[in-house]
């Protein structure tokens, strides 16, 4: 982690003592802001569709993947848990938004895939996902949602090698 004194250079060390702890911590706010933007989706898709943020992320997924997809690779695209999926997957199953279908050469392997209704209600429910996505970029401007975005980008890689070295058991706490 890195600081910036007042004259806007970077420290190389860490300080607490010019954090507002826990508003400048940048785990705390993008949690934050995940929890809040997971409620609105929520809200939306919930009265809209009848789905809860995780059925409509799977949704997307699928979508996105456009083609018939593994729990584990959907999992691995949507940074959703597996049993996320399996939960998500099952239940939209049961709404006929999705069908399962096993592999022929392993029977242990099923996929998803959206079906013809899944389809309608993803129709459906992207006019929502696009006044969503007006609202919240209008707070900022281009170059502002661009600089965003590229920040993004970066923490979110950032975060998976931090994952992948918690995985391999080399954390640190710097």
Known sequence: ???????????????LSGLDIPDDLITFRVTVLSQLVSRVVNGHVGQ?????SRQWRLLITLNRLD??????????????DYSQVSRA????LQKGLVSYAADPSDRRKSYLEMTKEGKKVLDEGLAGT????ERLSSVMT???????????RKLTDE???????????DATDD
């Open 48 to 52: 809209a569709l009848g789905l809860s």
């Open 130 to 133: 696009m006044r969503r996505q």
């Open 89 to 92: 997957g099952y239940e939209l």
């Open 67 to 80: 083609r018939p997809s593994t729990s584990g690779e959907i999992a691995q695209f949507a940074h959703l």
């Open 142 to 152: 281009g170059e502002e949602y661009e600089i965003f975005i590229k920040v993004m």
């Open 1 to 15: 982690m890195t600081n910036k004194t007042s004259r806007g250079s970077r420290t190389a060390k860490p300080s």
């Open 159 to 169: 975060a998976r090698r931090m994952i992948d070295e918690t995985r391999a058991g």
